[in-house]
């Protein structure tokens, strides 16, 4: 079980906005440490898409947006398009387990 | 922009050790810190160890006993042994860097990552 839940799968025709959440608790995202966001493609090794809760990388999409309140976070993709199906995860650090964690990933899937 | 390779024997029994090793290619050893991180369907991903330029190392709690993480500058390589294996270590073993500069310890991500390894841990 991850430290950082979210949901399996999430779906959007192309041109929909589509958001994934990543909850967390007090030892992680509600006690201030970062989020962080990758994705990943098969066979691919995992890229990074958002860092610092909601600061995109150059070469990333406008479309990928990144927010934090409270122990929760989220990625939303706006502008569905095709090669934005992967899975994505989230990452931050928990203080009581004194590692890097990550959530469960999540789906992403274009009608 | 750094770029990694990594490689490693992928096929193992158990109570054997698994040795990992990854190249570091367009970049100062000294900017990062060197990290692997392991996938598998129970666990999903996990973070397993890092170590910096000058062997200053950080290991997964709950893997602590098991692990040796080295650097080698000469060869700008970082590498992961794990010793007594069970089927439970069945993954997709990743190598990964983050920055050093500039970003607060504990508030860093990942980026890049090698291409994995995929370990099966079988009798």
């Known amino acids: 079980q991850s430290a950082l839940t979210q949901p399996p799968s999430v779906s959007g025709a192309p041109g929909q906005s589509v958001t994934i959440s990543c909850i967390g608790t007090?030892?992680?995202?509600?006690?201030?440490?970062?989020v962080h966001w990758y994705q990943h493609l098969p066979g691919r090794a995992p890229k990074v898409v958002m860092y610092?809760?909601?600061n995109r990388p150059s070469g990333v999409s406008g479309r990928f947006s990144g927010s934090k309140s409270g122990t929760s976070a989220s990625l939303a993709i706006a502008g569905l398009q095709s090669e934005d199906e992967a899975d994505y995860y989230c990452?931050?650090?928990?203080?009581?387990?004194?590692?890097?964690?990550f959530g469960g990933g999540t789906k992403v899937t274009v009608l | 922009q750094v770029h990694l390779q990594q490689w490693g024997a992928g096929t193992l029994k158990p109570s054997e050790t698994l040795s990992l090793t990854c190249a570091v290619y367009g970049g100062s050893l000294s900017a990062y810190y060197f990290t692997w991180i392991r996938q598998s369907p129970a666990k999903g991903l996990e973070w397993i160890a890092e170590?910096?330029?000058?062997?200053?190392?950080e290991y997964n709690p709950s893997l602590r006993s098991r692990l040796t993480i080295s650097v080698d500058i000469s060869k700008n390589q970082f590498s992961l042994r794990m010793t007594s294996l069970t089927p439970a270590d069945t993954a997709m073993y990743y190598c990964?860097?983050?920055?050093?500069?500039?970003?607060?310890?504990?508030?860093?991500?990942?980026?890049?990552w090698g291409q994995g390894t995929l370990v099966s841990v079988s009798s």
């Open positions: 610092g809760d909601h």
């Open positions: 170590i910096n330029h000058s062997g200053a190392t």
């Open positions: 990964a860097t983050s920055p050093k500069d500039n970003v607060a310890y504990f508030q860093r991500w990942f980026d890049p």
């Open positions: 007090y030892s992680n995202i509600g006690a201030g440490y970062r």
């Open positions: 990452q931050s650090y928990d203080n009581s387990l004194r590692v890097w964690v």
